[in-house]
């Protein structure tokens, strides 16, 4: 689990993500400098269950790129710039 909070200094990318393969859960919440797309996940398709981001303004992509993580059961995208319409997830998305 990897939780960051409250970080507005640190800057970071989504894609330093890779060096944790293991991870299960990610909670970020109130980083402006957290940068990234969500596609840079896939390397933790395998392993992601929980992903929550909370004002974080300049993460980007479409949550749709998550529509495959087989053991994904939360994703919170509130206050990012991740885009999607929910009329584009078909029957095998997000199968957990």
């Known amino acids: 689990k990897l939780s960051i909070k409250y970080t507005h200094c640190l800057k970071w990318n989504l894609e330093m993500l890779e ?3 293991l991870l299960k859960e990610l909670f970020c919440t ?4 957290l940068t990234g797309n969500i596609d840079s996940l896939r390397v ?3 392993t992601l269950e929980k992903v929550t981001f909370r004002d974080c303004p300049h993460i ?3 949550f749709m790129d998550l529509a495959d993580f087989p053991r994904l059961k939360e994703l919170n995208l509130r206050e990012t710039s991740v885009t999607g319409d ?3 997830i078909g029957e095998r998305d997000f199968p957990t």
């Open 19 to 21: 060096g944790l393969p």
């Open 30 to 33: 109130s980083n402006e400098s």
């Open 44 to 46: 933790l398709k395998d």
């Open 60 to 62: 980007e992509g479409n």
């Open 86 to 88: 929910i009329r584009d």
